[in-house]
């Protein structure tokens, strides 16, 4: 009897000892597992790229810290944000783009690397890469996908190659500068001969004229080819705005478009980026030009109102209905065929960098009104 | 008579204002680049100013300005240039004494020319 109970505590014991065993194993597993969690959650938290682990319906496991940042929404946010995709890659070209991504992904396993622009929670606009590739999750097939900011990077080509096209230009306006005074001066010396004939006498002065309106050309050119250094400058308005008539008065001429100034004289001088002011008298003009593919007139005013400087660009155009009228500073948004739909989203950054206002008025089928409002300096 | 030396690399350029400058009743010793205007400048020719164009290749105007100072040639000099930064330039020149106001900027108006000439020469 006792030798019977012996045997069955030992036998017991021996099961206890299995236990305890198992126990301990499993305790080491579970610690590995935790260690091995709390790895991947330092890497998903300290890398600096956005990582995401994501479904085919756009549900994300996974969505670090990182990406966080970079698009300014949490993940909570970018799982109940109906049309995320949509929110945050408002370029339908991207969008398209995302799903190429997303069926190669499914074909192949891998896709390209593809360069996208977003759209962050407060607006920002950003250049993004994104690498992806499918992954297995409990028999499910799912995207990995990593985001990485190139904004600065592009930024930075840009800057690049416009010092680039800058020093091109120069180079070209010293080449071209040369027969220009050869041009120019050999007409000033034959004008001084003795000219029985008017006409060649007026033939001669029309090529001087021609050649010093060239020189004025070339030199407006060389000032905006340059790249913006971000640098503030004291203007007056009239001549900053006459520089870029001047770039295209003639190109609109050809378009049976006439230019009226409405200039008001010596109004204050005010401290702006001019080369950035220009790109948006330059947008500005052109879309006038083109809602009047029939011609028409474009007329420039330029006032004081209360604290601001205040510049209209009228013209006599197709106008915009309410609908286009509401959206045309977003991002990509385009009623051209070839449009970027960046122009006037440039534009208003521009003039808000500068403290300013730009705003539209327009009435269909007789045109349109944009005033750009800057602000005075405070000391005068 | 005030004698002008004219330097460009560009001979049609040089022909050009040599032919408008004698026009207006000076005597023109030309010089087509940096070499030739050295090579005068070294000689004994009597010259009352020099017109020379910053960017020539080989010899540049700088270069021709700098040695015009080692050989204590003190005649007044207009500077003509092609391009119209002439920021890089600037420095040098300032270190030679000349200003913004010594400056043509091509295509150059040749009666501009010859307002800044009479002026250096102090004549009416």
């Keep these: 009897m006792a030798k019977e109970l012996d045997e069955k505590i030992k036998f017991l014991q021996g099961r206890i000892n299995k236990l305890e065993g198992k126990l301990l194993e499993r305790k080491q597993t579970e610690g590995a597992l935790r260690e091995s969690e709390s790895r991947l959650y330092t890497v998903l938290e300290t890398i600096q790229e956005g990582i995401t682990l994501s479904d085919e319906t756009g549900h994300f496991y996974i969505y670090n810290s990182a990406m966080e940042k970079l698009t300014g929404y949490s993940r909570e946010e970018a799982n109940t944000c109906p049309d ?12 398209q783009r995302a799903l190429q991504g997303i069926k190669e992904l499914l074909e192949r396993g891998t896709c390209r690397e593809v360069e996208m622009r977003i759209l962050t929670k407060d607006g920002q606009l950003k250049c993004i890469l994104i690498w992806s590739s499918l992954a297995l999750y409990k028999g499910r097939k799912i995207f990995l996908s990593a985001y990485r900011d190139i904004t600065e990077h592009k930024e930075m080509e840009k800057r690049e190659r416009l010092a680039q096209l800058g020093e091109l230009v120069a180079d070209m306006a010293h080449e071209v500068n040369n027969p220009l005074m050869i041009i120019s001066g050999n007409a000033q010396i034959s004008l001084m001969e003795e000219i029985q004939n008017e006409n060649v006498k007026e033939n001669l002065k029309i090529i001087f004229d021609e050649c010093r309106k060239a020189k004025d050309i070339i030199q407006r050119l060389l000032k905006f080819s340059r790249p913006s250094r971000g640098e503030l400058r004291e203007i007056d308005i009239n001549k900053s705005i006459e520089a870029v008539v001047g770039i295209v008065g003639h190109q609109f001429e050809l378009s049976s478009i006439e230019i009226i100034r409405d200039y008001t004289k010596d109004l204050p001088i005010i401290s702006v980026d001019e080369q950035q002011l220009a790109e948006v008298f330059m947008n500005l003009l052109n879309n006038s030009k083109e809602a009047m593919p029939k011609g028409g007139v474009i007329t420039i005013s330029t006032s004081l109102a209360g604290n601001f400087l205040k510049i209209d660009f009228k013209d006599t155009g197709c106008g915009m209905e309410n609908e286009v009228m509401g959206r045309i500073f977003e991002p990509f948004f385009t009623t051209k065929e070839k449009g970027t739909g960046l122009g006037l989203s440039v534009c208003c950054g521009i003039i808000r960098a500068h403290n300013g206002e730009l705003k539209f008025k327009s009435e269909l089928h007789k045109g349109t009104i944009a005033t750009i409002l800057l602000p005075l300096r405070k000391d005068g | ?44 020719i009597k010259i009352d100013l020099m017109i020379v164009d910053l960017k020539m290749p080989k010899i540049s105007g700088i270069e021709v300005l700098s040695e015009m100072n080692k050989l204590n040639r003190k005649q007044p000099t207009i500077i003509l240039t092609g391009s119209i930064d002439t920021s890089k330039y600037l420095k040098e020149l300032k270190d030679f004494g000349y200003t913004i106001k010594d400056i043509l900027y091509k295509p150059v108006d040749l009666f501009a020319l010859l307002d800044l000439v009479k002026n250096k020469l102090q004549i009416a």
């Design chain 2, 1 to 44: 008579m005030y004698k002008i030396l004219v330097v460009d690399d560009e001979p049609q350029i040089v022909r050009v204002m040599q032919g408008f400058l004698i026009k207006m009743g000076f005597e023109v010793a030309e010089a087509t680049g940096g070499e030739e205007a050295i090579e005068l400048l070294r000689s004994d």
């Design chain 1, 84 to 95: 995320f995709i949509k929110v945050l890659y408002p370029d339908p070209q991207d969008q």
